[in-house]
């Protein structure tokens, strides 16, 4: 089935609101979850609204909401290898920023009040840091699941973000509109579409963690039921902060790499969009145009022009800052058919 997707509107045929409600609440222009009635008449007011109530939020938890105030459990959950791992996933998978209403799972994840927007890629920083930790891993938190059930939820991740990944691919790579992206023969809409493809794309890889959170916490993921919670895929008009991000990003991306050094870029294609562009950058739904054009410059340049096989990798210096360093946490698809 084609899914029709807009701007404007999102994802064709859903008309529920931004924010959940009355899970979240709103009070002037922040929001955030009701914990306040959380055990008074939040759990009946849903059933009246018709909207799922989680009912082991009830219930002592360590994520919902992860204590952001304790010291100590802070930098054990939000560790190093958590944030590296989520910011390698980010920058891997082409995320792209741009703001989007505020989660409800974001809201239920961290207790204190938000804007009405936020920033994607932040978005995906808190759940890629709480799957990681879901996760049995070396150094993570204690998993609140056996092995065995972790391990069924990660390969059905997989499955449902390898299309999604393949999709955005064959667009931006076989696609006569991108292939020619970098010439002079460019299509007119093509930064439109490019930051469409982007914009879809990144929307559903968020949807697909969201569902991943929800399977690997003690809520779990019912289909029908806890998908009511599922974020909006309706972009915002706010801007603020999202060329902050695409410079992170876009640093990152340059630490050590085969192009960050010009006479290593390729020739037959025009040039990489520099910081400053970025800086500069106008946007077409929500996404800066110039980071967009970067990713896509950096995706092609390396399927036509792969860097050389790298070294032996040498030990880190003592000194190497820290994920925490280069990109705090406070400052912080195509589809085709289904």
């Not at 110039?290 to 030990?315: D, G, N």
Request: glycine letters at 4%; charged letters at 20%; proline letters at 8%.
């Amino acid at each position: 089935m084609q899914t029709v997707w807009s701007a404007e509107n999102g994802f064709q045929g859903e008309q529920r609101p931004v924010h959940c409600e009355p899970l979240i609440a709103k009070s002037g222009d922040t929001v955030h979850f009701d914990w306040e009635n959380l055990h008074g008449d939040l759990e009946e007011r849903c059933t009246t609204a018709g909207v799922w109530f989680p009912k082991r939020l009830q219930e002592r938890s360590l994520i919902f909401p992860i204590p952001m105030h304790n010291e100590k459990f802070y930098e054990h959950f939000f560790n190093s290898d958590a944030l590296l791992f989520a910011k390698q996933f980010i920058l891997a998978n082409t995320l792209m920023p741009f703001k989007i209403p505020t989660p409800t799972l974001y809201c239920m994840l961290v207790g204190s009040r938000h804007p009405e927007s936020i920033l994607s890629t932040d978005v995906a920083l808190l759940y890629l840091v709480v799957m990681f930790n879901l996760s049995p891993q070396e150094g993570s938190a204690p998993g609140m699941q056996p092995t065995q059930i972790i391990e069924m939820m990660q390969a059905l991740g997989d499955r449902e973000a390898n299309p999604l990944a393949a999709a955005l691919f064959s667009n931006l790579m076989r696609s006569g509109m991108m292939q020619h992206y970098f010439m002079a023969d460019r299509h007119a809409d093509a930064p439109d579409w490019l930051c469409r493809l982007f914009a879809m794309y990144t929307l559903r890889m968020l949807q697909v963690m969201e569902r991943q959170v929800l399977r690997l916490s003690p809520l779990g993921y019912v289909e029908n039921e806890s998908a009511q919670v599922a974020m909006s895929t309706v972009l915002s008009n706010d801007t603020t902060g999202v060329t902050a991000g695409c410079v992170q990003l876009y640093q990152l991306q340059m630490v050590d790499d085969h192009f960050e050094k010009p006479e290593n870029r390729p020739a037959e294609m025009t040039a990489l969009p520099s910081l400053e562009e970025i800086k500069e950058s106008n946007f077409l739904h929500g996404v800066n145009v110039k980071y967009a054009e970067s990713v896509l410059w950096y995706l092609q340049a390396r399927l036509r022009f792969p860097p050389p096989l790298p070294e032996e990798p040498k030990p880190l210096p003592e000194e190497t800052k820290s994920p925490e360093e280069i990109l705090p946490l406070e400052e912080s698809t195509t589809l085709v058919s289904e």
